[in-house]
């Protein structure tokens, strides 16, 4: 039996396709009626966390954070059995979590932080990424149960707090697109241009593409022979923030990277590309 701790749009989802594999599912959530309504697939809801977990072979949890997760298991503690496995889907902290597995582990209990680069849908149809790290032995044990409720199943080695890492620069990364996006969306308000013909600069050039290309260069590439030096690369957004500015708009990502692209300038790399700022900082 699995008990399922956190049953929101990921975690339900999840629990839909637990029941559609045919497997008894246990489940809880802090709003009750999110729990209750996996009744209809054939889960059983439970009042509390220790209720859930009680005769669990596997634990999985979804949750909101570090602080949600530990107090989470200090209530499903009493009901947690010697042979149980906790899996952790929630995007946490490196250092809290290795803490966390370094824990749990002393007390017994095998701790497998798994979080994911997966919506509901993904959830519900077993696509998507699932990150995992730490002990070996433990993540080939858990694969045959990990694999079908994702698309990809990767392994991150042996430090336990790898995959928190890499999921947070994964969002990182997300978060930074989409401010990216906001500010050209802002601009193009300033400047009365529709949004309908931001969105086909998409289309003029593979931006797709950019990302690993200039995550490779970035970080072993010769930046000594520019392609764009970043002394006009900081020109450029110059003007961007100028002629926003002059048309009564704001943006507000691009201030900070012109602020790194200054220091960068300032420390004498203004003739180099102005992919450097992605180095350590001088």
Same mark, same amino acid.
């Given at each position: ?65 570090? $602080?949600? =997760? ?5 209530? +499903?503690?009493? %009901?947690? *059995? ?5 899996? /952790?889907? #929630? ?22 932080? $798994?979080? =994911? ?5 993904? +959830?519900?149809? %077993?696509? *998507? ?5 730490? /002990?070996? #032995? ?145």
């Amino acid at each position: 039996m699995i008990a399922y701790l956190g049953t929101g749009l990921l975690g339900g989802n999840f629990v839909r396709a637990f029941r559609g594999r045919g497997e008894d599912v246990h489940v809880w959530n802090r709003s009750p009626e999110k729990a209750k309504a996996l009744e209809e697939v054939g889960a059983r809801a439970f009042a509390t966390p220790a209720e859930a977990v009680r005769g669990a072979t596997r634990i999985h949890i979804t949750v909101s954070d570090d $602080a949600a =997760v530990d107090a989470l298991l200090a209530d +499903a503690a009493p %009901g947690i *059995g010697p042979d149980c496995i906790i899996i /952790d889907h #929630t995007t946490t902290a490196p250092v809290p979590t290795a803490k966390r597995v370094r824990e749990w582990t002393a007390r017994g209990i095998r701790f497998q932080h $798994a979080p =994911v680069f997966m919506g509901p849908s993904n +959830a519900l149809e %077993g696509t *998507g990424t699932m990150l995992g790290s730490g /002990d070996a #032995t433990l993540f080939e044990q858990l694969r045959s149960v990990l694999e079908p409720m994702t698309g990809k199943l990767v392994y991150l080695g042996s430090d336990p707090s790898r995959a928190a890492a890499i999921k947070l620069m994964g969002n990182l990364f997300l978060l930074i697109v989409t401010g990216g996006v906001a500010d050209m969306f802002a601009m193009g308000r300033a400047l009365n241009v529709p949004e309908e013909e931001v969105e086909q600069i998409f289309t003029l050039f593979n931006a797709a593409g950019f990302g690993p290309a200039r995550a490779k260069r970035m970080s072993s590439g010769d930046l000594s022979k520019p392609s764009w030096t970043l002394a006009m690369g900081r020109k450029d957004a110059r003007l961007m923030m100028e002629s926003t500015a002059e048309a009564g708009g704001a943006l507000a990502v691009l201030p900070a990277v012109a602020a790194e692209m200054d220091r960068w300038i300032a420390a004498g790399h203004g003739a180099e590309d102005y992919m450097i700022i992605g180095r350590e900082r001088p």
